[in-house]
């Protein structure tokens, strides 16, 4: 069978790969075209886009590039009808993904959708529109089956998390000779996971960095984004005690103490590391005055979120500053509160309802084409 699959994210780039890999077990002949990244290009298939050029920040970016998003839409849309594939397969990336699965489902192209659209954030007048336009939804968060079957009243398959996966399956690293690669030296590692993109990327380094010298027995570590150049980076680099690494996020996580993260998947990536880490976002003013008005949720992070209580510190806009990131890293450093994470950490892990999302839905997706 030919499949589509569309990836607009470094996360979806991830989730889509595992899922490229399952299909191909379940279909060995699977043809696969995609929108994503390098990690699915690896796992075969035909690259059609690379997120990098599908990615835009906040309301206002959005405005700024809509001739280009719109361009994209376009383009997408034209490579589906001539693939002609037998099932077109969403991963996130909602904006862009609703609008192709509301022309899909008109010219009677089968809509799966892995990984819910947000929408029980904001936006959930969306659900009309997913009732409309997908066929079959596989969610990833424990929570998200009742939002959609008791409130909503629209089936859906729960899968458990893919990040289960990808951590569980990586390969270990010998720390010695992680550190050696990147001249880290033997004091304990803070990470810094500051999002992926540029605008994000200088807001949240700006804050994580004025902590730096209050810390001198630590090292802090930058995780690189694969979506950027190194030289981007060069301008935070001018402290000894900060180092730089790319793409390796993973690696990173395995090695380090603890963790500033800007709210998203990072967040729950990090948490199944069992790495305590303190959840920083600021946000743009214009942006964040928006969103705090149109989202209703008690936290930002996926950690907190799915434990539905505050399990790790979240520091949001005004909060998100160098005296408040101090006291909350201190605070996971030193203190009793450390522990109490880390036993939080382990509750966490096994709401997500354990290992084998990939291979569930790769199972699902190509029996229901086959009956069908």
Known sequence: ????????????????????????KEDPQAEIRFWGGDLMQKAGGALVKHYR????????????????ILGNIKVCKDDIS???????????YPGFNMRIAKWAKKIGIPTHYYISPQIWAWKENRIAAIKRDVDYMYVILPFEKDFYEKKHHFPVEFVGHP???????????DESNFRTEFNLDEKPIIALLPGSRKQE?????????????????????????????????????????????????YDLLSVSTAALVTSGTATLETALFKVPEVVCYKGGWISYQIAKRIITLKYISLVNLIMDR???????QGDCNPKKIKEELHEILMTSKREKVLEEYD????KLGGEGASAKTAKLIVNKMKNK
């Open 1 to 24: 069978m030919k499949y589509y699959i569309i990836a607009g994210e470094a996360s979806g780039d991830l989730h889509g790969a595992n899922l490229m890999k399952s299909i191909y």
């Open 53 to 68: 050029e599908l990615a835009f920040m906040g309301f206002a970016e959005v405005v700024m590039n809509l001739r280009t």
């Open 82 to 92: 001539q693939f002609q594939p037998d099932v077109l397969i969403f991963i996130d």
């Open 163 to 173: 990040l289960i996966d990808a951590i569980h399956d990586r390969q270990h690293i």
């Open 201 to 249: 990327i200088s807001k949240m380094l700006t804050e994580m960095l004025a902590v730096v010298k209050d810390f001198p027995e630590y090292q802090f570590v930058i995780a690189g984004a694969p979506s950027q150049e190194y030289s981007f980076y060069e301008q935070f680099l001018n402290n000894e005690n900060v180092h730089f690494i790319s793409n390796r996020t």
């Open 310 to 316: 505050e399990v790790v510190t979240e520091l949001i």
């Open 347 to 350: 509750i966490l892990e096994r």
